[in-house]
């Protein structure tokens, strides 16, 4: 198995009895009434995930799925049919439903499969966190319930949970080339609930990416979630209600760059553009933010969760730079987006399974530094907000309005940091917003790396960052006034 895993088009090769020569027969069905291009996606997934809850593992589960989808696109149509059976019968299938619901005539020319897409080594992961025996898991969450609670006596509540998985892909296309990759990804989450009297406060914290079982060891980090999970709830005992109205808001580094992802980055894809519902489209090269702020989405940093060697349609991913110095420079493609708005794809075609189409999504979004120390930025502020972690929130891609509610905060006041606040919620307009950042930290951080992004009904694991950064004017709501 091992072996297999090293080359993982080999591995479904080897596994289902297939060739080239059957994956050429297959696209070749798929394209008998002519049309643009076909590509057929296998996917083999093991994950399993245990949580812990009243100091005991009370879950536990594993599973293992497999599939091949196949899509056709004629023009601006795409087919598309998939099969939990990997086998030529329900591939032939598949790619019959697939070009009827593309529905072009005219015959084909024959194809070659063959041509294999150099493969990157963003996670070179030699044993998955789904082979370490689940009693090790299971005695980390024990011990993390242990550490939370040894925080403070207010510490009334701990959960703990752990999820990993691994997928190996494989895609081949109508142009002859194969491309494939295997996936590893996991995750530790932990949140605690602080009690004072009847008042009850959360806090959360995790972390992952695609790493080893080791990473969550290295220097104790597990602990780090803990205390971390725990401080927060123990902070928002003493919060008092947040302030409503217009103010300066300053947003802290690295998780909070979530807002950036929902208000600024879905607004970037390409789908969205191309059908001109987002309140970016046909902007590009011009003024869509300060000149301070660049806006990078990179699926290439190492052992990230939302890094990935191969989109889900084979392209290699790279680093896009949306946004240059306030210039809208471009979208997030797909392979389909792409080619109908006559642009290359730029490694953004994901989807969450061999059951769903792909579609234009990110990977790791973030702004670039710039020169100001966190310090100088909270000393400007004579009064305002400090928004340091968020919970929920919700954004209309055509008109970039959007609500978050922050579940960390804290007032300035004279350029100092003061009161804990409750409540606050940060309601804005994406594009706007940018127009009013002032002034860009030093201290870019990425998220600790538990982002998942929903789009359309499908989920993928992505990355978020942001240095801290200050917005002149933005709406807080809260229950007092400002």
Known sequence: MANELVQPDRFFLNRFGLDERTLERTLGTALERKADYADLYFEFRSAEALSLEESIVNKTAKSISQGVGVRV???????????DEVTVDRMRLAAETA????DESSPRGPLQVGTRVPASSLYPITLSPTEIPI???ARLLEQIDRAAR?????VKMVTASFAAEDKIVMVVNSEGRIAADRQPLCRLSVSVIAEDGGNRQTGTFGGGGRVEWSYFLD????RQYALEAARQALINLDAIDAPAGEMVVVLGPGWPGVLLHEAVGHGLEGDFNRKKTSTFSGRIGQRVASELCTVVDDGTIPNRRGSINIDDEGTPTQRNVLIEKGIL???LQDRLN???MGVEPTGNGRRESFAHIPMPRMTNTFMLAGNHTREEIIRSVDRGLYAVNFGGGQVDITSGRFVFSASEAYLIEHGQITHPVKGATLIGNGPEVLTRVSMVGNDLELDAGVGTCGKNGQSV???VGMPTIRIDALTVGGTRTA
Do not use: F, N
């Open 73 to 83: 696109c004629a023009q601006d149509r795409t087919g598309y049919a998939y099969s």
């Open 99 to 102: 070009r009827a619901i593309a």
């Open 135 to 137: 009693r090790e898991k």
């Open 150 to 154: 040894a925080v403070d006596p207010r």
């Open 219 to 222: 220097h104790e980090r597990w």
């Open 329 to 331: 420079r471009g979208y």
């Open 338 to 340: 792409a080619h109908l």
């Open 461 to 463: 694991p992505v990355g």
